[in-house]
């Protein structure tokens, strides 16, 4: 395949896959800005609660990793109606954990936010947003693998177009709960929540016409159930080590200060923001690679590899001049405190400079995936957490407050864990063991 060809099959599908995940962050942007002229202390429970939220659909979020590269393979292959079907198969095993995981939740709450030891105030705050947020788990779970059964099948475009309204909805529905209604953090939750659940419905007539045109069955396959769940276990280990840096992080912000978890919120949320963005390419790769195995056309997943790399470093030069250059004043527009956006500058900063290596550990995640080298994400994962963890005790030890203590705790997490996944994730693939060809 001659190169330009190539990169136009990139462009066709990281365009509208950047937009959708530029569009899902901006869901807890929304909550974060409405929520933070609120005051610091609705903004620290949010912080708090959605360290919970990010970790549980974090957890979960190998219904989408493993949906597409099992979809792109078959494709690949040119068998449609099994591409469809073994997706279809993942949307119901989605349903039903998160049935599961939003009733075991909501009762959970009290309990998941005492675990961050936060102020009385802090707590009750969380706990308000938490319960609520729980029930939309089950949606968020679907849609997750809804987009993944379509990126195997190559299409990012209508999740553009679901993720662009459902990011609408939830900004009307928040300012009129919030604001309108005057139901405060709270509101926030019940409008994400209810935007959740249409964009299922949209989903849902998408897929059930995808299901009509191939002949696949809309009903659950049990054997293709079990097959989904046994896939995504590899997957799930994997990101379990993610979020245990993810809430280790955050216990650390707690255990600064106030200010610093509410800061450390704002900083982590343009970090996701960010990494929604950088990992359009990512998609790209994971689709293009599954395809190419499920074909047997290793020559061409090698030059998706070696393309993808290359834009995910100079895209991540992009966006970290775009962080450094608004870091002055994003603080403000998240909190309306130049105090408070003071506190944060320096350690946007830090995540600026940290981007380009982003771009290519997110690229080289997803390239893995798209393989199917699950195994080795689960192992390396685990090892990634050797050297971040005590650097991270290092700061808890420490306690530096103010710009200076959120500044140190940003280079452990965007610097060394970060560089951490680049090694480990970089030796997998200058070597051959994850290339399997075949659906």
């Known amino acids: 395949m001659p190169a330009p060809t190539l990169n136009r099959e990139i462009l066709r599908l990281a365009v509208p896959a950047l937009g959708a995940l530029v569009a899902e962050p901006m869901f807890l942007i929304v909550d974060a800005a409405l929520i ?9 429970g949010l912080g708090i609660a959605s360290a919970v939220l990010q970790t549980i659909i974090g957890l979960m979020v190998f219904l989408a990793y493993s949906t597409t590269p099992a979809v792109a393979r078959r494709f690949g292959a040119g068998d449609t109606h099994s591409a469809v079907s073994v997706g279809i198969d993942g949307l119901w095993l989605a349903l039903g954990l998160g049935a599961v ?25 969380a706990v308000a947003y938490l319960g609520l947020s729980m029930w939309g788990l089950p949606a968020m779970l679907i849609v997750f693998a809804a987009t993944g059964l379509l990126r195997g099948m190559q299409d990012t475009v209508t999740p553009l177009w679901i993720a662009g309204l459902g990011f609408a909805a939830n900004a009307l529905l928040n300012w009129l709960f ?12 019940a409008g994400t929540v209810a935007a959740q659940w249409g964009m299922v419905a949209a989903y849902a007539v998408v897929i059930g016409r995808l299901a009509r045109r191939h002949s696949a069955s809309v009903l659950p396959q049990r054997d293709g159930v079990r097959g989904s769940a046994r896939s995504g276990g590899w997957l799930f280990l994997r990101t379990v080590s993610l979020r245990v840096a993810l809430l280790v992080t955050v216990a650390v912000a707690t255990a600064i200060g106030t200010e610093e978890l509410a800061g450390w919120q704002v900083a982590f949320t343009i970090f996701s923001t960010a990494a929604f963005a950088l990992d359009a390419l990512a998609i790209a790769a994971q689709a293009l690679i599954g395809r190419g195995l499920g074909a047997g056309d290793e020559p061409f997943v090698r030059r998706v590899l070696g393309r993808t790399v290359a834009w995910g470093i100079w895209f991540g030069v992009i966006v ?8 002055g004043v994003i603080g403000v527009a998240f909190t309306g405190d130049p105090e408070v956006a003071a506190l ?7 995540l600026a400079v940290a981007q380009p290596v982003c771009g290519v550990v997110f ?12 195994k080795y994400l689960a192992i390396v994962g685990a090892v990634n957490l050797v050297p971040y963890l005590p650097a991270l005790i290092v700061v808890w030890l420490l306690l530096p407050a103010g710009a200076a203590g959120l500044a140190w705790l940003a280079v452990c ?6 560089l951490a996944r680049l090694v480990t994730l970089g030796l997998r693939v200058r070597r051959s063991e994850w290339l399997t060809v075949g659906a």
């Open 363 to 374: 690229v080289l995640d997803r390239v893995l995936m798209g393989a199917g080298d699950a």
């Open 320 to 327: 970290g001049v775009v962080i450094a250059a608004l870091s």
């Open 36 to 44: 933070g002229h609120l005051g610091v202390v609705p903004l620290a």
């Open 413 to 418: 997490f965007f610097g060394v864990y970060m």
């Open 101 to 125: 995981l939003a009733l075991v939740g909501s009762l959970a709450t009290p309990m998941l936010v005492g675990l961050f030891d936060p102020t009385t105030a802090v707590a009750e705050q």
């Open 178 to 189: 919030i604001y309108g209604f005057g139901w405060g953090i709270a509101g926030s939750a």
């Open 344 to 350: 944060i500058q320096p350690a946007l900063l830090v």
